[in-house]
């Protein structure tokens, strides 16, 4: 079992910045994949940016130039910063891990863009 924590959300006025962490109970590195993803009030949970365990990366278009995944080694944790936020960022935001045949989410954090 992998148990995962995300935090770092808030309210932000539109063109701010916010910076994400997700912290696991083991070793980001021992994960095959990690990432990102957002789910809206109404909408289904969306991609948002993946890193895998080779240092490979992919963001969704609706946020490639703005965010930027990394993994913070000295603090064990997935992160996401997050700038030039608009209104349309507003969502859940879910730090998800793949090791082995397991999938793990953690419970997520609430970012709202508004002015």
């Known amino acids: 079992q992998v148990q995962l924590a995300e935090s770092g959300g808030g309210l932000v006025a539109p063109g701010g910045s916010l910076r994400l962490s997700c912290s696991a109970s083991?070793?980001?590195?021992?994960?095959?994949?990690m990432g990102w993803y957002r789910q809206a009030p109404g909408k289904a949970r969306e991609w948002v940016a993946t890193?895998?365990?080779?240092?490979?990366?992919n963001y969704a278009d609706s946020v490639k130039g703005r965010f930027t995944i990394f993994r913070e080694s000295t603090k064990n944790t997935l992160d996401l910063q997050m700038n030039s936020l608009k209104p349309e960022d507003t969502a859940v935001y879910f730090c998800?891990?793949?090791?082995?045949?397991?999938?793990?989410w953690g419970r997520g954090t609430q970012v709202t863009v508004s002015s």
């Open positions: 890193i895998t365990s080779e240092g490979s990366i």
């Open positions: 998800g891990a793949g090791k082995g045949i397991g999938l793990y």
């Open positions: 083991q070793s980001i590195f021992s994960m095959s994949s």
